[in-house]
Each structure stands twice: as C-alpha cells, then as structure tokens.
C-alpha cells in the first residue's frame, strides 16, 4: 500500500483546512487509516483513526474530537481529516498511516509522506 497526504498549508487561527490520503492497492478497506502528527524534536503523536467499514472512529481526546473528523471513503481509497477551530498548537508534519493499529504507531505499518500544517496565531 502507498500512501499520498495532501491538503496541508497555512491558515490563520480558528480557520479549517482537510487532509486527504490517497491510497494504491485493492485492500484499501481491510485497514485501519489514521492520522498522526509530529512536530520538530518529539514523537509522532496519534490524532485520529478509522476502522476499515469507516463505522468506528477513535481520536486522541475528546478536545480533538470536538474539532477534527476522520472519515474515509473506500470506493475511491480516500481518507480525510477535517479540523476546524484550528489553532497554533495543530501546527505539525501530519501523516496518514495504514495498518491494523489505531493507537501507536506500532500497530502501523504503511505510511505517507507528510503533510504540513501551519497554524498562525
């Protein structure tokens, strides 16, 4: 499987931007896709995920759910991230990833390139 994000670049504080992650392959809908992000000096940090049907997703918290969705349309091997509200501290590299996982990014084993998002304040 191979992964393309796309969607990152900068906006103002309180403005929404939406990820995308194509994928390559006909097992698409048999994994796991999630979100991480990474910013400079630290680890890469778990957003969001999405089960293969799509019907279940996790998020890192609950403050995150409150402004990111995750969803994934199988029929064109697409998943998204849609933040809204966003604010300085989203700033960060996002990743999308393919896997069985959800939580670490352990559980995943194909990954995109990165996207980046820049949250100005």
């Known amino acids: 499987v191979q992964l393309q994000a796309s969607g990152g670049g900068l906006v103002q504080a309180g403005g929404s931007l939406r990820l995308s992650c194509g994928a390559s392959g006909r097992t698409f809908s048999r994994h796991v896709m999630a979100w991480f992000r990474q910013t400079q000096g630290k680890e890469r940090d778990f957003v969001a995920a999405?089960?293969?049907?799509?019907?279940?997703?996790?998020y890192k918290n609950d403050a995150l759910k409150g402004r990111f969705t995750i969803s994934r349309d199988n029929a064109k091997n697409q998943v998204y991230l849609q933040m809204n509200s966003l604010k300085s501290e989203d700033t960060a590299v996002y990743y999308c990833?393919?896997?069985?996982?959800?939580?670490?990014?352990?559980?995943?084993?194909?990954w995109g390139q990165g996207t980046l998002v820049t949250v100005s304040s």
């Open positions: 999405i089960s293969g049907s799509g019907e279940r997703t996790y």
């Open positions: 990833a393919a896997g069985a996982g959800i939580y670490t990014t352990q559980g995943y084993t194909y």
